[in-house]
């Protein structure tokens, strides 16, 4: 006898972290961490932003699912969606993160601007879920990933043109995401009608704080 797929919903608790004060916060950024990485880990590129341009917040999800970074033990990462099951993870992850935006923008004053910022694996998983989502960020950072392109075009083409603001921020050393790779890119996003603002830093696939410092001084 074969075996039936089927599906099922259940209540589960989602992990973030925060720097900053919500009630007078003038902008927020949502950021999403890389493949294998937490959420408390990551949001510390972030403090130098914070503590020098007054009313930054940073809000950092994290996956919501983890494992063994290597074997049975030890540390462990999270990730937004494997190849299992794909189209279900990116529904729940999309769900959740407008949870938490409606959360957190209900917290703040009502003018905040947000942006919204994906690492890596985070770059794709902000791109779909924007794809799916009514919110509209000031401005989209995609560092060291991509934008999908297995998406629709037509609905990317209609997200990036409400988006008044996108950059690309890559490092010239980034074995991940190499310079004809980012070339690529750019000439997807072009296409779609965008119009990135392409920042190149020395350096792999990392972040750099005072690349953020200045991300959140504009």
Not at 89 to 104: N, V
Request: contains cysteine.
């Amino acid at each position: 006898m074969e075996a039936h797929e089927h599906r099922l919903q259940v209540p589960r608790t989602a992990r973030y972290y925060q720097l900053g004060e919500l009630a007078t916060a003038h902008q927020l950024f949502v950021v999403c961490h890389g493949y294998g990485q937490l959420a408390s880990y990551f949001i510390r590129h972030f403090r130098l932003a914070v503590d020098h341009v007054p009313g930054t917040v940073v809000v950092a999800p994290e996956g919501l699912s983890r494992f063994y970074l290597q074997g049975n033990g030890g540390r462990v990462g999270a990730t937004w969606m494997t190849s299992e099951d794909r189209l279900t993870e990116i529904e729940d992850f999309s769900a959740y993160l407008d949870t938490l935006l409606h959360q957190l923008r209900a917290a703040c004053p009502a003018d905040v601007e947000v942006t919204v910022l994906g690492f890596s694996q985070g770059a794709t998983t902000v791109s779909r879920w924007l794809l799916r989502s009514r919110f509209t960020p000031v401005h989209l950072v995609l560092w060291a990933g991509t934008f999908p392109n297995d998406v629709d075009p037509a609905a990317a083409a209609a997200l990036l043109a409400r988006i008044p603001r996108l950059t690309v921020v890559c490092g010239d050393s980034d074995s991940y995401l190499p310079e004809e790779r980012v070339n690529e890119q750019l000439a997807l996003l072009r296409q779609l009608g965008a119009q990135p603002h392409m920042i190149w830093f020395e350096g792999r696939h990392e972040m750099k704080p005072p690349i953020l410092h200045q991300l959140a001084q504009q």
